[in-house]
Antibody, heavy 123, light 107 residues
Framework: EVQLFESGGDLVQPGGSVRLSCEAY????????MTWVRQAPGKGLEWVAT?????????HYADSVKGRFTISRDGSKNMLYLYMNSLRVDDTAVYYC???????????????WGQGTLVIVSS | DIQMTQSPSSVSASVGDRVTITCRAS??????LAWYQQRPGKAPHLLMY???SLQGGVPSRFSGSGSGTDFTLTITSLQPEDLATYYC?????????FGGGTKVEIK
């Protein structure tokens, strides 16, 4: 069964850093472009970042996180990461790790989703 | 960036009713549209992709239509378990963008 499990969410002060992790089960993470999506409390969904499959080298970021967040993967561990620096109060959200429905570079709809991990940025 | 606008923001309907949700893109996205359901307290899950293709395991009372800029998600016979917020997402180009959501409530 294909599953994703996020971890690393925490209470962080503004300006701080945190690393989110996502462990993939049931598929080879390197074969898929992988994405982080976030949801602020009581709000809608916001795309954060995507890393191309290992055959490509591209990363894509929302303007709201560009220069502060870094998405990366470790294929040997089947893990996806999101390094979050210079955190702001408006980064407070549940962060979801998501995989495309199929392994196709142009497929950008997501199934499955992880359960999410909560990052709270507050002093 | 492609803006996605959903309407209505909320709808209340009775069990067995037909419910239609609309999503409009700010530019032509062909059929590059997905729909998600998010039940209270849960992660979203994929209902439809390529505007009108039903994801495996999703009940056939859900259907999607549209192309270009105007899309609809229809629930033909609302069930109690359909209480949720529904989101559209354009999959055409980065930055990927979601609609603001439509909350479906049961009368």
């Amino acid at each position: 069964e294909v599953q994703l499990f996020e971890s690393g969410g925490d209470l962080v002060q503004p300006g701080g850093s945190v690393r989110l992790s996502c462990e993939a089960y049931g598929f080879t993470l390197n074969n898929f472009a992988m994405t982080w999506v976030r949801q602020a409390p009581g709000k809608g969904l916001e795309w954060v970042a995507t890393i191309d499959s290992s055959g490509g080298s591209g990363t894509h970021y929302a303007d709201s996180v560009k220069g502060r967040f870094t998405i990366s993967r470790d294929g040997s561990k089947n893990m996806l990461y999101l390094y979050m620096n210079s955190l702001r109060v408006d980064d407070t959200a549940v962060y979801y790790c998501v995989r495309p429905r199929i392994s196709n570079p142009h497929t950008r709809c997501f199934a499955p989703w992880g359960q999410g991990t909560l990052v709270i940025v507050s002093s | 960036d492609i803006q996605m606008t959903q309407s209505p923001s909320s709808v209340s309907a009775s069990v067995g009713d037909r419910v239609t949700i609309t999503c409009r893109a700010s530019q032509d996205i062909s059929s590059s549209l997905a729909w998600y359901q998010q039940r209270p307290g849960k992660a979203p899950h994929l209902l439809m992709y390529s505007a009108s293709s039903l994801q495996g395991g999703v009940p056939s009372r859900f259907s999607g239509s549209g192309s270009g800029t105007d899309f609809t998600l229809t629930i033909t016979s609302l069930q109690p378990e359909d209480l949720a917020t529904y989101y559209c997402q354009q999959t055409s180009s980065f930055p990927l963008t979601f609609g603001g959501g439509t909350k479906v409530e049961i009368k």
